[in-house]
């Protein structure tokens, strides 16, 4: 139960970031990725800011040598990059920047009952479950 009240807190500090910078709003973040006029700097300041609060927590985490809610971490087995690596980040790129979302704001932005996020979200999800029928085919 203490875990999956953590789980919430976290998820819910999370969301509630990714409306305080703005990041759930999809204009912000395509304004990023469009090159133009209106270019919109206001992504590369919350990634830096995430950059600026994590770097020093993993570090710290580290040398702690033990997760808060486990036994030990859990490196992701596989380090390759291969072509389901790439193809899954091409096709990540390309509908974030097509939409202007990517899975947390997509989820926050449902939550917050946005029309283009109710649309997205179920197309996520979609996506999800063709992408795992096609990994039988890139392995």
Known sequence: MKELLLTLLAGLLFGMGLVLSGMADPKIVLGFLTWDAHWNPALLFVMAGALGVTVPGF?????RGQPFLAGNFSPPAVTAIDRRL???????????????FCPGPAIVSAGLLQPAALLFLPAMLAGGWLASRLDVYLK
Not at 59 to 63: K, N, P, Q, S, V
Not at 86 to 100: I, N, R
Request: hydrophobic share 60%; proline share 0%; no cysteine.
């Open 86 to 100: 790439v193809l899954g980040a091409l096709t990540f790129g390309l509908g974030w920047g097509l939409a202007g």
């Open 59 to 63: 570090a710290w985490l580290r040398r």
